[in-house]
């Protein structure tokens, strides 16, 4: 088993997407008739990216109106862990399911807020696979490293990919 303080890619990645993807169906199939109906349910995250290396989880992220935040994030809390080790105010939450196969993290935010940019990262490498051959050489340069080194590296690619993208 992999060490948890450290960043490990899974061996065969298009098995992890297809595993994503399948409880990414049956999350949305669940959570869509709890969550207001500005809710956006999208699958983000390196198994949403083909071709795109992974440690095997699944994110996703819910974008509501900023009327439907509170709402949203109460049926969310009710029905998942909080994620401590992240921010939490009144435009963004996260909450996880470790028990879940693959892993599940949640992101929820309000459409246009300063942490809206989850899926704006995602269509980004769907769109360039030039972009994404950069994101796996950062992935593979990490694997086995600490976790936070990978997060430091990534938090600094994923910055220069949101400020270069077309607005």
């Known amino acids: 088993m992999a060490h948890p303080c450290c960043f490990h890619l899974v061996h065969n990645h298009q098995q992890a997407h297809d595993a994503a993807q399948r409880l990414f ?24 990216v083909p071709g795109c290396l992974t440690k095997g989880d699944l994110d996703v992220v819910v974008r509501v109106d900023r009327d439907d935040y509170p709402a949203a994030e109460a049926k969310l809390a009710d029905r998942f862990l909080r994620n401590r080790g992240s921010v939490r105010n009144e435009e963004f939450a996260a909450f996880e399911d470790p028990n879940r196969v693959p892993h599940l993290g949640i ?35 990490y694997h086995g490293r ?6 430091a590296v990534k938090d600094a690619f994923v910055s220069e990919v949101l400020r270069s993208r077309p607005r």
Do not use: C, W
């Open 146 to 151: 600490p976790m936070d080194e990978y997060r």
């Open 25 to 48: 169906e049956h999350l949305r199939a669940e959570i869509e008739p709890l969550l207001p109906a500005s809710a956006e349910i999208l699958h983000i995250g390196a198994t949403a």
């Open 107 to 141: 992101q929820l935010t309000t459409k246009g807020s300063d942490l809206d940019l989850f899926h704006l990262f995602t269509a980004a490498l769907v769109a360039n696979p030039e972009l994404v051959g950069r994101y796996n050489a950062i992935k593979l340069a």
